[in-house]
């Protein structure tokens, strides 16, 4: 039997939560009314498609492949969204949706806040276009301003990221202090390693100690400047042409500040740690040469 489905989606999600947000319950609601009160699919089940922490211009959503498959397989006969910036705020993939992926599978799209029902021919379908095209260029420009802001913080030596490195814990205004008991733990590693231990053999050691340390763990806080006072940033950034892809920037185009943090081990110590760790790539060989002031990746 064919079923209804309505698709449901927040672009952020609350982490601390453990039920579903509030503005998906509201969406639910809002259609379920909307579905009540269309005499024409009084016979059919109703199925919700949620997606709760989703952008909308990621396309690979598990709750909208889920519902475009459930399409293919013409098992729906109507989809109902709050507005059509919930299915999606990419134009291109929106128009398609709309004008070729429903008419091709004979399924109506109806969107309520936005007066959308692919039933009625007179609904102006010009207007429709210009709505997909503002709500992708809306969710731009926020991520553009997100960005710029995130910047911004980072270059007057602000903290911008969800958690500190272990060691350190947050404080107000988003500084970092050290967490004793894990700086601890990080200066015995640094001290273990410059004695000929090996990582996996540090990992045990440590937790052995009660710590979670796994060799990888131990591979990255030898690596990481972090430890000695400095914080780099810029090393990434979003492809242009491939959504969602972060691309690695080379090294001369890295930010690094010091003094926004205390130190938990010396510059001394880090040097020598990267210098014995031979086995990294001739790049960051060349890295470690040209760190000893960190002033210029």
Known sequence: MKEIAIYLRLSKADKERTRESQSIQNQRALLYKAIREDASFGEYPITAYIDDGYSGLQQDRPALCTMMQKIRQKKVVAVFVKDLSRLSRNHVFLAGFMEKFCPT????????????????EQFVQTATRLRALFYECYSKDIS????????????????????????????????????????????????????????KEIALEESARGFTIYPVKVHRILHDPVYCGYFIWNKNRMSEYIPNKNITLPRDEWKVQKGTHEAIISETVFLKTWQKLQKVSR???KFVQNTKSFKKL
């Not at 599978?105 to 009625?120: E, H, M, N, P, T």
């Not at 202090?177 to 894990?182: A, F, Q, S, V």
């Open 105 to 120: 599978y004979q399924v109506d799209l109806i969107a309520v806040g936005d007066g959308y029902d692919s039933r009625k």
């Open 283 to 285: 790049d960051n060989k």
């Open 144 to 199: 553009y301003k997100v960005r710029n802001a995130l910047r911004s913080k980072k270059e007057n030596g602000e903290y911008a990221v969800a958690r500190p490195p272990f060691g350190y814990r947050r404080e107000h205004k988003g500084i970092w202090r050290t967490e004793p008991k894990e700086a601890e733990c990080i200066r015995r590693i640094y001290a273990s390693f410059l004695r000929g231990d090996s990582q």
